[in-house]
């Protein structure tokens, strides 16, 4: 079995729509999981259960929503909520929406810089923890902001600031 270092911890932050989105999935899941377990009642009552699919199902399906409860329960208290505007909005900070521009080819790229649990590649939020919001942690419109992933260096121009 091989050594897997621990990973870093995630920071604490997050703003007051992801919170709320959070809460919103942990009663969702209460919920969903009331459900499943009526259901695995159900198929253990049908007899055998090492060949009763709907048995083997509900019990992985109840295992994965455990799983999720317990993480929301344990990381939901530690979690700071950002609700005020930095005291210089002028430059880059958690919540910030920050249009970019890469140096390579001119593409204009806009991301919001949320906590961990609340990124979504679709909707541009990409974690504080990320590689590209270190690197823009603290610059302001006009700085440069160089991000190095898997041996690819690409440089970004500040365009806008919004909070």
Known sequence: MAFKPKPEPKSPYITRDGF????????????????????LSAAAAEGDRSENAEYIYRKKELRGLDRRIRYLQKRMPDLIVIENQPSDPNKIFFAAIVTLEKEDNDETVCYRIVGSDETDHTKGYISIDSPLAKALLGKQVDDEASVTVEGVKTQYFVIEIVY
Do not use: D, S, T
């Not at 709320?20 to 259901?39: M, N, P, S, T």
């Open 20 to 39: 709320i989105a959070l809460q919103i999935e942990l009663k969702g899941i209460w919920e969903r999981r009331r459900e499943v377990v009526k259901a």
